[in-house]
């Protein structure tokens, strides 16, 4: 068997933790803010108003918070995702579909990052 | 008064006449103080000759007699017959790995990978001091770094309980890569580099995806999984720092 | 019994459905699923966003389509899956993150305790900042 060590792979898992790490930290709470707080009467509905989230869209760092909150899960499932193909036994077009997976974060990012820069 | 009995369905396979792995049920007398190997010992002694299967130490330390055990990787030698009983106990090789004949499976594909992580302490021949200048030192805090993972026995029951590896046969797997580690972390050892191209190899942590049974079914506590994870993190680790720092970087 | 011939070793073969055959294969298999409903809330949230710049009648017309009862049962699951993402994560914190000062080795009880620790004072940061 010829080994060889793989000089791309640290960096895909690198963002498979950083996502993780970001998923684990913000994405429950913001979850039940965004989904379930108004509708279980925990939260008043103006909380989620146009006006309350166009004032938060001005707050400079906010957009930098959102861009990291929702790219970097993004990378955590394309790898997470990615592997458990393999696991359910699909592994015979594997670099097409590494390259769909890790793509469709990368995509993500661009179109993730255009709307908070040029059109929010 | 009868003594109490226990049955036991035990995979037959023969390399010259079969085709795929049958059960064979055996009734056997029960005692409470018998492990698994006991009662296969039993069956070889008075009821079956032919009966084909490893042991050795029966104390838990040799690593020869992994069986899957009612589905479960285990050392036979350490899995009681009490826990079981009445039930019926189903006996098969080791699962993940090619059967020989009866409960003997092919580690040849193991050996291999051990042999490829370099199971040994790697000295730089420069640093070497004369013998006349005494001994190396270590110190009990640097051994406290790497001695979980030296209680591997070589039993591979964490190869049978990897998912990965029953899918993927060109996975280094977890006990190979628990020992990579535990040289790796020795403070003797200088020879990362000579097992970095199979540790962080496509086949190697990077297959992993920490299922984590492996650690589970662990008689030794190794953790191997814990192995594998720390190795990916310090690996990617370096990687970062290689590419966000090449000034003064590592091979 | 066939007729003898060379011997030849048997060949097991694992099938796609493996992680069904035992509960921690398939709890695996829930974890790793969680990723997925992470990731689909997250793009959700994105386009809720996005819709800002739709003005205020689309924005809202929108928010009151995330009350109805599917997308309600959406965000259930998928909060179940977050916890379970995060509770899978900081879980097995402890066993990859050693704390080693001098010779003396921090229980790994306080690691794990370190991240849930976090994990609500974060959780707390984040709601307190939006509801103020």
């Known amino acids: 068997m010829n080994y060889q060590k793989n ?89 097409s579909m590494d390259v769909i ?20 | 008064m009868t003594e109490p009995r226990i049955t036991l369905e035990v995979a037959r396979y023969s390399p010259e006449e079969d085709d795929e792995p049958a059960f064979q049920k055996y009734e056997i007398p029960y005692r409470e103080d018998w492990v698994v190997l006991d009662a296969l010992n039993h069956i070889k002694d008075y009821v079956d000759e032919t009966l084909t299967y490893r042991w050795s130490c029966r104390m838990g330390v040799c690593g020869s007699c992994g ?18 009983y009445p039930g019926t106990i189903t006996v098969e090789p080791l699962a ?3 059967v020989a004949r009866d409960l003997v499976i092919e580690m040849d594909d193991f050996m291999e990978k051990l042999q490829a992580v370099k199971p040994w302490i790697i000295r730089d021949e420069e640093d070497e001091k004369p013998v006349s200048e005494g001994e190396h030192l270590q110190t009990p805090k640097q051994l406290e770094e790497f001695k979980q993972f030296t209680m591997c026995i070589n039993c591979m029951l964490c190869y049978s309980a990897c998912p990965v590896y029953g899918l993927e046969e060109s996975f280094v797997g977890p006990a190979a890569l628990a020992l990579a580690h535990r040289y790796n972390l020795d403070s003797r050892d200088k020879g990362n580099d000579e097992r970095t191209h199979v540790v962080a190899s496509s086949e190697g942590i990077w297959e ?25 993190v310090a690996t990617t680790k370096d990687w970062f720092k290689s590419v966000l720092m090449p000034w003064g970087a590592k091979s | 019994m066939s007729e003898r011939r060379e011997p030849r070793s048997f060949y097991p073969t694992i099938s796609p459905t493996w992680w069904l055959k035992k509960r921690s294969y398939f709890m695996f298999m829930m974890r790793e699923l969680s990723s997925v409903f992470v990731a689909a809330f997250v793009l ?63 229980p790994p009880i306080f690691v794990t305790l370190s991240a849930f620790g976090a994990w609500f004072a974060i959780s707390a940061a984040v709601a307190w900042y939006f509801v103020k």
């Not at chain 1, 997976?101 to 929010?120: D, E, I, N, P, S």
């Open chain 2, 208 to 232: 992993c995806t920490f299922v984590g049974e492996c650690s589970v079914v662990c008689p030794k506590h190794v953790d191997p999984a814990a192995a594998i994870q720390r190795t990916k």
């Open chain 3, 44 to 106: 959700l949230f994105m386009y809720e966003l996005f819709l800002l710049s739709k003005g205020p009648e689309t924005f809202n017309l929108f928010q009151e389509s995330l009350r109805r009862p599917l997308f309600l049962l959406f965000y259930a699951i998928a909060l179940i899956f977050a916890i379970y993402h995060t509770i899978t994560w900081f879980g097995v914190l402890s066993r990859i993150q050693v704390v080693r000062i001098g010779s003396w080795t921090l």
């Open chain 2, 96 to 98: 993940n790995f090619p």
């Open chain 1, 7 to 95: 000089k791309t792979e640290p960096f895909w898992w690198g963002m498979f933790s950083a996502g993780g790490v970001i998923a684990a930290l913000l994405v429950p709470v913001t979850l039940f803010l965004d989904g379930l707080a108004v509708p279980l009467g925990l939260m008043d509905e103006g909380m989620v108003s146009y006006e309350r989230w166009q004032a938060l869209m001005s707050v400079p760092w906010i957009k930098l918070y959102l861009f990291v909150l929702v790219v970097l899960p993004l990378y955590h499932a394309a790898h997470r995702i990615r592997f458990s193909l393999y696991e359910l036994g699909m592994r015979e077009f594997r670099i």
């Open chain 1, 101 to 120: 997976c890790y793509g469709a974060a990368v995509v993500g990012t661009l179109a993730v990052g255009y709307v908070l820069v040029k059109v929010l």
């Open chain 2, 67 to 84: 069986t899957m055990v009612n589905g479960e990787p285990k050392l036979t030698c350490s899995t009681f017959l009490r826990d079981y």
